[in-house]
């Protein structure tokens, strides 16, 4: 059964989610003069619609969230200020994702404070619904049930996490694994492949860190926790 809901999104889906949304932002009669990326998760979205909309102003904005472990203290900010001044400008501030609406509610108070736009609208490919604290002028997929969108972008770090998660968990059954067998129960967990060379790289990192040691037995590579 699958333990964590994962959509494994393609480059060619990124793209044409791109293209629909520069069409609603076209439709919508709105034009920006500059588009502001949310790093990291807001840069090729950012740079795909600035292609699409013919924009040749480019910025970002950094906002960090803490990590799992420290999840209690949760709470978004900005990594670098940015001491621009955008007065007279409409700015189009683009996410990957809207999911807890956080990074983007600080995103855009940053900018509001410190560049002074003229507007700010915020376009994201999916909008979830039910969790989300604001509503994204543009969006394409209107997302009603929690589910992780695995990005081309993160793809490394979402594999080298997601086994980590799997292995702390089943580690405790099972201290020796092959990489098929590790390539199964991630199919299992997640409900997606994202390919032999992911996992590949995703396990040299782990080895590398020394969460796992990688031996041979009977002349088979195993990962042993
Ligand atoms: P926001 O909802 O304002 O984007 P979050 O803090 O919830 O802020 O998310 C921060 C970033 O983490 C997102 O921009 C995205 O890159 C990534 N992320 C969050 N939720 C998901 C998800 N369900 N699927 C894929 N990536 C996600």
């Known amino acids: 059964m699958v333990k964590v809901r994962c959509k494994l999104v393609s480059w060619d889906e990124v793209v044409e989610w791109c293209r629909q949304l520069s069409l609603k932002i076209k439709e919508s009669g709105w034009s920006p003069d500059t588009i502001v990326a949310i790093a ?44 621009v001044n955008l007065s007279g400008k409409k700015v189009l501030l683009v996410d990957d994702i809207a999911d807890t609406g956080d990074s983007i509610i600080v995103a855009k108070e940053h900018l509001e404070s410190e560049c002074k736009p003229s507007e700010i609208k915020v376009a994201t490919m999916q909008w979830i619904s039910p969790v989300c604290k604001i509503k994204p002028d543009y969006y394409v997929d209107e997302v009603k049930e929690w589910i992780w969108y695995q990005y081309p972008w993160t793809r490394l770090e979402d594999t080298t996490q997601f086994i980590t998660k799997m292995l702390d968990e089943e580690g405790k059954k099972k201290k020796e694994w092959t990489l098929e067998e590790i390539v199964e129960k991630f199919k299992e967990w997640y409900g997606i492949d994202v390919g032999k060379s992911y996992y590949e790289l995703a396990l040299e990192i782990l080895v590398g860190e020394g969460k796992l040691k990688k031996r041979t037995r009977d002349r088979e590579v195993v990962y042993e926790l």
């Open 40 to 83: 990291r998760g807001g840069y090729v979205p950012a740079r795909l619609l600035c292609d699409f909309l013919d924009i040749h102003e480019l910025l970002s904005v950094q906002v960090l969230h803490w990590g799992k472990a420290a999840e209690i203290t949760a709470k978004a900010h900005v990594k670098y200020p940015l001491k």
